[in-house]
């Protein structure tokens, strides 16, 4: 089970890598921020993948891992558009 874990957490952050390279543009995230929204796609992206029948949540599958990436890129946007809110109220 910590492997899975441990697997998760580093295809988390490759999925966040990749997702701040197809995403156009400066993004001002940290790397910590990166593994945490990659993290949170990888979740999406194997929810999505189960719920259709491809495999469980700690499988690798390239259907999980295309919404994995996708969902990180839409998660970066977000994080870049609240950030950018609280820099002009400043």
């Excluded at 089970?1 to 995230?29: E, S």
């Amino acid at each position: 089970m910590i492997w899975d874990i441990i697997g998760f957490l580093v295809f988390g952050l490759v999925v966040g890598a990749v997702a701040r390279l197809i995403k156009p543009g400066k993004q001002n995230l940290s790397i910590a921020m990166t593994l945490l929204l990659g993290v949170a796609g990888s979740l999406i992206g194997g929810l999505v993948a189960s719920f259709f029948g491809t495999g469980n949540i700690w499988e690798l599958n390239i259907l999980g891992a295309i919404i994995a990436i996708v969902a990180a890129v839409l998660l970066i946007g977000v994080a870049e558009s609240m950030s950018g809110k609280n820099k002009t109220r400043v």
